[in-house]
């Protein structure tokens, strides 16, 4: 980032990468088990559920390479290590999978409480950088609406 971008940060930026982090890490935890579960699952409507999930992993593929650039941008790293990751995350409990593959409610289920993790997460980074960091800001209300979004259709495959 250049030095007039890095003026208009009206806050420490090592508080936003830190925060940057953990959310960059999360995403990527939700793209692997998001991966993982579709592909494990089994079932009647197994392969109905794995559609939705790979859709989910490929989304939160895209949220951590948009963080990852945020971070680099604000003169942060990205972990270089794939064990440095659950040590960042904020949401590394969330996603629980049910030791029986054929409970695709439970699956879903854990699904939403990531989805709903990383809502507090944007929420979190959104209240941050408010008036005081536009574009971080501005990538925080992108990927909220995303998670929002999944929530809702989460909780539509659930009849919640």
């Known amino acids: 980032m250049g030095r007039k971008g890095l003026e208009i940060i009206e806050v420490d930026a090592k508080g936003i990468i830190k925060t940057l982090q953990a959310a960059y890490a999360d995403e990527w935890l939700a793209h692997y088990h998001y991966l993982y579960a579709a592909q494990v699952i089994v079932g009647i409507n197994a392969p109905q559920i794995a559609a939705v999930l790979r859709t989910r992993a490929n989304e939160e593929l895209t949220h951590a390479m948009l963080l990852g650039e945020r971070i680099l941008q604000l003169g942060g790293e990205l972990p270089e290590h794939?064990?440095?990751i659950p040590?960042?995350?904020?949401?590394?409990?969330?996603?629980?999978?049910?030791?029986?593959?054929?409970?695709?409610?439970?699956?879903?289920?854990?699904?939403?409480?990531?989805?709903?993790?990383?809502?507090?997460?944007?929420?979190?980074?959104?209240?941050?950088?408010l008036h005081k960091d536009t574009v971080t800001h501005e990538l925080a209300e992108e990927l909220l609406a995303d998670e929002v979004k999944d929530e809702e259709e989460l909780e539509n495959l659930l009849g919640e």
Request: proline residues 2%; aromatic residues 6%.
């Open 82 to 84: 794939w064990s440095d």
């Open 87 to 129: 040590k960042l995350a904020h949401c590394v409990k969330a996603f629980t999978m049910p030791r029986d593959l054929s409970d695709l409610k439970g699956v879903l289920q854990s699904a939403l409480q990531v989805e709903r993790c990383a809502i507090d997460s944007y929420q979190h980074l959104l209240k941050q950088t």
